[in-house]
């Protein structure tokens, strides 16, 4: 099976502007997780979906939000972009609901805000 | 909500020796703890994980503790090899209505040396 996949990899932008990132999950499965990692956090939660219904939520502002699609596929997007939003965004998948499931990692977007 | 401290932050041995890396969470309702590992530049690996009606784990020179009363889990490599230095990650289910939300320290710096 192919990995989790992201899109784009690299990405620069410049305070103001909107960003949209994508993640296509493991075929089949119908979770995915996003998250913000910076040197000085780590790995913070930022929302969660499953069947195009997001479940969970971390303590992010508004600005963040998220989508996804009938076939899994989910979409973040981060809008009028800060400074501090440069990090890497990652995704997870895992293969069915309940809180014991193992994520796979995408290789995750750097974002960068000019 | 839901909070999960590491340590120590970064951690250097020698090889063949042990290392030691430890966690604690505050939900009392989390029922999976993963552990990850992200080498430079790559996604994070899940690496093992236990569940909260296990007290311990292993794989080969991987094993991870659990003590659900203190709220406490562990990481423990044994014979360290230098392909062992990475960053590491623990992390603690987030459970609210069965979500695959995962809540993670601020990662561990092992470095072996030969």
């Known amino acids: 099976k192919a990995g989790v996949t992201q899109t784009p990899r690299y990405l620069i932008k410049t305070r103001g502007q909107q960003v949209t990132l994508s993640c296509s999950p493991i075929s089949g499965h119908r979770s995915v997780s996003w998250y913000q990692q910076t040197p000085g956090q780590g790995l913070q939660f930022l929302f969660e979906y499953f069947s195009e219904t997001q479940r969970n939520k971390g303590n992010f502002p508004g600005r963040f939000s998220g989508r996804q699609f009938s076939n899994s596929r989910s979409e973040m997007n981060v809008s009028t972009l800060e400074l501090g939003d440069s990090a890497l965004y990652l995704c997870?998948?895992?293969?069915?609901?309940?809180?014991?499931?193992?994520?796979?990692f995408g290789p995750g977007t750097r974002l960068t805000v000019l | 909500g839901e909070n999960v401290e590491q340590h120590p932050s970064t951690l250097s041995v020698q090889e063949g020796d042990s290392a030691v890396i430890k966690c604690t969470y505050s939900?009392?309702?989390?029922?999976?703890f993963p552990w990850y590992k992200q080498e430079l530049g790559k996604r994070p690996q899940l690496i093992i994980d236990?569940?909260?009606?296990?007290g311990e784990k292993k794989d080969q020179r991987i094993a991870v503790t659990l003590n659900k009363t203190a709220k406490h889990f562990s990481l423990h490599i044994t014979e360290t090899q230098p392909e062992d230095s990475a960053v590491y990650f623990c992390?603690?289910?987030?459970?609210?209505?069965?979500?695959?939300?995962?809540?993670f320290g601020k990662g561990t710096t092992l470095s072996v040396s030969s």
């Open positions: 939900d009392s309702a989390s029922n999976y």
């Open positions: 236990i569940r909260s009606n296990v």
């Open positions: 997870a998948s895992s293969s069915r609901g309940g809180s014991d499931n193992e994520q796979f």
């Open positions: 992390a603690a289910s987030l459970n609210n209505q069965a979500g695959t939300a995962l809540i």
